[in-house]
Structure formats: structure tokens, C-alpha cells
T-cell receptor, first 115, second 115 residues
Framework: AQSVTQLDSQVPVFEEAPVELRCNYSSSVSVYLFWYVQYPNQGLQLLLKYLSGSTLVKGINGFEAEFNKSQTSFHLRKPSVHISDTAEYFCAVSPSKAAGNKLTFGGGTRVLVKP | DAMVIQNPRYQVTQFGKPVTLSCSQTLNHNVMYWYQQKSSQAPKLLFHYYDKDFNNEADTPDNFQSRRPNTSFCFLDIRSPGLGDAAMYLC??????????????FGDGTRLSIL
């Protein structure tokens, strides 16, 4: 079984400032890692994913994340946020050896970008 | 554009009156998922279809059923909605099998209200 913990439920940040959203996971098997963004009244959109290889992953909208196996973390970062980045962000994992890719989500982090 | 479409976006039903939510996809993905998402919470997987095989989550109430008549369509039936079933319902698709590293693609959801 897998579990995902997003350490911050809400992160207020000023426009053009950097932001980091923390994600830690627990799993008895190897996993793939994902970050999704959810804008109000919309579904989830994939920001980026880590499957293997380089531990620094770049995604859409200027986001990147770093996989740290020893710390079982997958923190998301953006060097300069825009008002349009106001949304909820979900970290998720799926077992890498399973035929299906069932996701286990963290509780989400709500980012509020202030002018 | 290939996509996942959910209809309707907003659904209002009466307490105890059966309701059906629909999802269609043009991605030709073999796996389809239904999630329930309550306010300020992470999506919770209800069940998924791997091709024609139905996979129920252990804690999904019997009140929730699903049908997948073909690859493109999947339905969520709530037989006797209670007030606690008011939520956003998200449909997602992915390629399964050897493609277990493929991300899920989400629709924009149906927000269900119970009167």
C-alpha cells in the first residue's frame, strides 16, 4: 500500500515570489510520482511526472520537481508565480509494477497567489 | 482535441432519486476511473474498468454502480443518493497494461447536489 502526505494544506505567496510545495510518500514497492493541478470547478491536469532517470523533472507552466529517494520526497517548485497559479495542487503515486496505474493522492495544497 | 468529457457539469437530484452521470473519451484508453471528490479533499477512487473488467474499491458503498457499454463511454449510477453523496465526481482515463507509467487524464467533473 502507498500513502502520500502533503505537508502544507495552504500556501499563500506573493506574485513573482518563488513557491515550494512539499510532498512525502510511503510505499513498500517502487512507485511513479505525479503532480496534478486543479483549478476551481475543473478536473485535474497533469503538471509533471517522475518515472525514472534524472531526479529533476520539468513540467508545464514553469514548474519543476525533484525526486529524492532517500527522503521519499517529491517537492514541487516554481521560481516565480503568477496570479493564474492560484489553484489546488495534488501529489500522487502509483505502483510501478502494476498493470493498472491506480493513483494514491495526497490531501492537496491550496496555493493562493496575492498581487 | 482528444479529451475526456463529462455530462452534465452540474446535476441536481432529490434525496433517494436515482441519478446517472456520464463520461465519454476520445483517447481510446482502455482504463476508465470514477472518483468522488468532496470539498477541500483529495479525489477518492470509487472503481475503475480495466478494459471490460470492473474493479470496485473495498470501501465503495453498494449505492454506487458503474457501467461501461463500450470503450468510449462509462456511467456512474447512484441508486439512492443521500445528502452525503453531494460531491464533485471525476472521470479519468489512462492506458493500462504495459503502459502503467501513463498518467491519468481527467474530465472537468460533474458537481452533484442533493435536495
Amino acid at each position: 500500500a502507498q500513502s502520500v502526505t502533503q505537508l502544507d494544506s495552504q500556501v499563500p505567496v506573493f506574485e513573482e515570489a518563488p513557491v515550494e510545495l512539499r510532498c512525502n510518500y510511503s510505499s513498500s514497492v517502487s512507485v511513479y510520482l505525479f503532480w496534478y493541478v486543479q483549478y476551481p470547478n475543473q478536473g485535474l491536469q497533469l503538471l509533471l511526472k517522475y518515472l525514472s532517470g534524472s531526479t529533476l523533472v520539468k513540467g508545464i507552466n514553469g514548474f519543476e520537481a525533484e525526486f529524492n529517494k532517500s527522503q521519499t520526497s517529491f517537492h514541487l517548485r516554481k521560481p516565480s508565480v503568477h496570479i493564474s497559479d492560484t489553484a489546488e495542487y495534488f501529489c500522487a503515486v502509483s505502483p510501478s509494477k502494476a498493470a493498472g496505474n491506480k493513483l494514491t493522492f495526497g490531501g492537496g495544497t491550496r496555493v493562493l497567489v496575492k498581487p | 482535441d482528444a479529451m475526456v468529457i463529462q455530462n452534465p457539469r452540474y446535476q441536481v437530484t432529490q434525496f433517494g432519486k436515482p441519478v446517472t452521470l456520464s463520461c465519454s473519451q476520445t483517447l481510446n484508453h482502455n482504463v476508465m476511473y470514477w472518483y468522488q471528490q468532496k470539498s477541500s479533499q483529495a479525489p477518492k477512487l470509487l472503481f475503475h474498468y480495466y478494459d471490460k473488467d470492473f474493479n470496485n474499491e473495498a470501501d465503495t458503498p453498494d449505492n454506487f454502480q458503474s457501467r461501461r457499454p463500450n470503450t468510449s463511454f462509462c456511467f456512474l449510477d447512484i441508486r439512492s443518493p443521500g445528502l452525503g453523496d453531494a460531491a464533485m465526481y471525476l472521470c479519468a482515463t489512462s492506458r493500462g497494461g504495459s503502459y502503467s507509467n501513463q498518467p491519468q487524464h481527467f474530465g472537468d467533473g460533474t458537481r452533484l447536489s442533493i435536495l
